[in-house]
């Protein structure tokens, strides 16, 4: 923990910029570079900058859930995205799609497209969020 009042008060505005832009980075990921692994590792470097700032307990504090538990969470999620495909025949991991809010009268309009990759990406995300975490913050509590 470092004892400087600009750090302090700049890290809470940058912790939510970059979770803010670790999001838009995993939901830009399907189509361009970005994704689950790199949103991950944006949004677990706010959590450490906040770490730095204010400590491994006010980080813990912060997060609400232990990182352990956030990434065997995600990794569940990315687990359940493969094992999706399987109900409609098809092998594991396979892309699924589904149109949300598809007008069926309207042969054009598809609805907004939601894939199981998505899903499969929210469950890195996680992974990656939380092992950061993990390790971050037990290497913050032994010093």
Known sequence: MIN??????ATRLLTALLLLFSIFMLLRGHNLP????????IGATGYV???IAQGAEATRRALRYEPQ???MVGLGIALA???FAAFF???????????????PSDPDDKGL????VLVFDIGVYLVVFGSILTLVLALEEEV
């Open 69 to 71: 538990n956030i990434a």
């Open 113 to 116: 497209p939601i894939s199981s």
């Open 49 to 51: 900058l906040y770490a």
């Open 4 to 9: 400087s009042i600009i750090l302090v008060a």
């Open 34 to 41: 970005g994704g689950g692994f790199i949103g991950g590792l």
């Open 89 to 103: 025949g098809d092998a594991f991991f396979t892309g699924q799609w589904w149109f949300a809010g598809a007008d």
């Open 81 to 83: 995205a493969g094992v």
